[in-house]
């Protein structure tokens, strides 16, 4: 989530040496920086969502995405988890110009970003893609009212049902997917008007899918596949807003329990390394209703830091209390990576990492996703 | 010591200061001459360069489809397979307001990093505006400034898709920056914009016309695979390379242009210096009198042809970027009209050329200031009689240089014959011929000298100017080598470029075998890739009330030679009677048919040359349906495209699968007696309601373009040819001159014996007559080896052109008056300088 944060923190930053193919990165992340909302619709009054519509675009919002995570078991207990978001960024809110110029199917004022991962526990693997696609050709989009959403050869399709696919590529790793929902969509914020600022219209809209049951192959470099099942979580996000300048980054939590508790938290952390007040999360219990989190209830702390290969270094271990908001005993877990090295190599770096719940007594009760921004740079 | 010799040599060029110019400017004008054409020559194939690789990028491969294009979706599938180094391409030609066709390279931006990007051009592309704005474009950095549009600014752009009004992006502008820096005066010639805008400009929606492609090698044959039947993978290096080689072999001739006027500019310095020992042949005398050696003589003379060298190379150095920027438009429009459109962003001096150049400039006064210089240093005293031993010596070098003579015109007919060293062979050839004709010159000249007194033995002052001539033949001589060796290219030239022309003309008659035409409304260098509606065939007919109609399409297809051009036609029936065919597999009654029911085609003269092509060979041609192999039954003669055609009839062409919609052009033959008036309005009155714009144009209209192109391309070897003939009048002036100053004592005496100034003048200038008529005479069968060399070896090898020999009588008579006129021209200074010189010091005078 919150990746355009990420990008308009980037977009005034000194552009890094890199190689030739991720300049056009660099270029378009500048162009995602923009703050010339003029045009483009807001999320500034509470709406009605209606499924499976609202898994289609929104066209008009500046930025939308399609953010997928999920943690997935091999036949002989490998350990594998992968890492997908479709990002949809209006350049413009619609073509300028003279419309005796719009006549080509390659005109469109949208781009895509979009990024993959996969961990591949057991042979020590982490890889992650970068891909940028204009909307147009064919070559990148989203169906309306609501089907498929694509960038070339990576798609996720069948949205309008109950089963969806996910294709996608890391490096010459292979992941097809199926995806059956297991938990109806749940509104974030107040219902679904998620406020990311003091200004009417500084929020976005936004709801997840926690509980996703998973099935499907990994196919690994070698060209072996692997008939993995697992566990997946989607988070949809649809707005035109930037995000306060006091924020340094966050610490993003989707954890899912094995006795089917689901809990997402952020923490944004501000310049001077407190918890912004902004920061919330939900409380998603598998036999009751959901609630919302607020940083009073939450005690993030961070145990251990691990140095990635590029030289970032990002905590790799958490101790987590909550109460919960419909009372309750405390819960206590540690949140451990389950791989140190996680790091997205894209053009704006974050870690994005699959993680294991333990609880007092160190045993395993859970699994979930981080992801830390912020931390580049020491 | 040294500097009293140095102040008394040069203190001639106080007293006598025009003279003495007289040697710069030979140096000068050569040094210029050949700089500039360098120059020129070096920044076109820069521009031409620069623009190939604009086009091309990084690609390894390019994935090509007909003429017309291909469909978008291929360029889906092949991203959707995971082929993700490729980036699709719309490109084509556009014409500006003011005329001059510009090259519109559409690309999708975000796909373009692999490829042009990041280096320099599109990197900087302010992708969020072409992108979100269709219809705007970024211009060249170069172009920007030059024409003084602004950010922002419209223009009109005339390209396939009709005239439309862009939006101009200045990438400083939008970017916001104030360091135009980074844009080192080499901005590109490219207009690059978003490739949806592309596709409105260029008529191409839903179209692409190529895919760039980055393969490792091993990538190569895979991808090949892939491709459907009417797409071709295609190295890069093999796109443009005909036309490359063609602007290389049009530089070629313009090179050996320049160092022909190099080499009249030699002669030129050879008798300048030549002149300014014989000037001072009196303070040589008395230098060796005080006691200077002969080697400190020889050294001064040298001295001085470093100094005019040096000074001379200097000055020609400055003329010469000068006179390029002249050129560097002509040889660039040269290369636009005939290869690419190529824009030059300015004269960039070389250090290497300028370094050869100084070289070449320094090093041909030293030489040409040797022989002078060891003349100087035989000077014996003042009384010293020098002069009539250096003369029976110059007549013996004629003898032995008329043997050297024959060795070189037997080595260069030895080139000709064996065909070795192809195009360069061929110059070298022509500059030995040249050389062994010039060396023979002196001894001809002798001999006929020698006949002439015979001839006039009795009449007194003939017989007196002819003696006299030929008694300085180491003046005479040389300064009559240069002028017939000007006048000489002058006729080579005249010759090459007239029968060039009209042969152009008279093929241009045969080609064209309607009566009206009808082709898109694009500018010429985009037409190629124009298309009308098949359907408008049954209209244009009623209208026009036309007997037969017949259609051609130009296109680009993948042969086993590369990217060949192919024509096809569906032609009138009796269309074989007009073709110029050269050679044919089988009578011309018979090719109609087999063309039309067989795998056959025809190609034109320069495409045989080009690929080795006879008939009876096979080609292998991509078409509609896949790949197959054609048979050559003939080839014929044309001047349209200089890389070559093959020609094809639709039926031939359409027989394996469906081919393109739309023909490039319709023909029309009206009846006899038509009013082509009246057919023309009816035309134009039906096509102004039509989708596409089109036009009727007559062939006169295309003769009358095709010309206009044709003199262009010639007008750079005008330019050059009169600047030989200033050189050669410079260089007859001085001769002149200086014979006339050795003859002084001469005139003197004859004048004390009582000729009149009158008669004087009368002497002077007809020796100028003699020499001019002499080298007016021999530069005639020179001038036309030279045209025939030019077109049976030159040009063949260059372009593939054979053509008529014609001899343009005209210019021919024009050059030899020209030649006469201007040694006469030459005489009027001596003569009027020899009628008024006071006697007594004449008389004084040394010999």
Redesign the interface.
Known sequence: MLLVGLLAACGGAEPPERA??????L??SE?LG?EDTTGFRRADAPRAFEFPRDHGPHPGFRNEWWYLTGNLDGPEGERFAFHVTFFRVG??PA????T??????????D?WMVHTAVLDRDAGFHASAER???D????AGATEPVGRVWA??WELAGLEGERWTLRF?VEDYVLSLELEPAREPVLQGEAGLSQKGPEPGDASYYYSMPRIAVAGEVRRASGVALDVTGQAWMDREWSTSALAEDQAGWDWFALQLDDGLDVMYYQLRRLDGEAHALSKGRWMPADAGDALLEPEQVQLEPTRYATQPSGNRYPVEWSLRIEPPGGGPVREWTVVAVREEQEMDTVVRYWEGAVDILDADGEPVGRGFVELTGYEDG | MSGLVLRAWLRDWRRRPLQRLLTLVGVIIGVAVVLAVDLANQSAQHAFDRSMDEVAGAATHQVLGPASGFDEGFYRDLRMAGWRDTAPIVEGPARLPDGSTIYVLGVDPLAEGPFRGAASDIGDAPVQRLVTEPGTILPPAGWLRDSGKAHEARLELDAAGGEREVTLIDRAAERDETDAETDDGAGGSLWVTDIATAQVLLDRLGRLDRIDVRLADAEVGVLAEALPAELELVPVESRGQAARELAQAFRINLTAMSLLALLIAAFLIYNTQTFAVLRRREVIANLRLVGVGRRAIFGVVLLEALLVGVIGTLLGALLGVALAQVLVAQVAQTVTDHFFAVAVTGVMPRPLALAAVFLLGVGLSLAAALAPAWEAARVASPAGTGRGGLERRARGWAAWLALASIVLLLAGVGLIVTGAGALVGGFVALFLLIAGFVLLLPWVLAWTLRGLAAGVRGVTMPRIAVRSLERSLSRSAPATSALTLALAAAIGVAVMVGSFRGSVEQWLGQALTSDLYVVPAAPASARAGARLPEDWTADLVARSGAVSVSTGSSQEVVSDHGLVDLYVVRPHADWLDYLPLLEAVAARGTLGDRLAAEDAVLVTEPFAAHHDVAPGDRLSLVVPGGQRAFEVLGIYRDYGNPSGTVLMTQAAFARGGVPPDGVGSFGLRLPDGADAEQAVEQLEAWLADQDHAALVTRPGDIEQESMAIFDRTFAITHLLRVITLVVAFIAILGALIALQMERAREFATLRSLGLLPGGVRGLVVLQGGVLGVFAALAAIPLGLGMGWLLIEVINREAFGWGMDLRLPWIEVGETVLLGIGAALLASVIPAWRMARMRLVPALREVP
Do not use: I, N
């Open positions: 030739d193919a991720e300049v056009t990165g270029r378009v162009a923009g350049l413009a073509l300028a110009g003279d005796a110029w719009h006549a080509s199917a390659w005109a469109s004022p781009l940028f696609v204009r147009g050709g064919g070559l070339e050869d590529t």
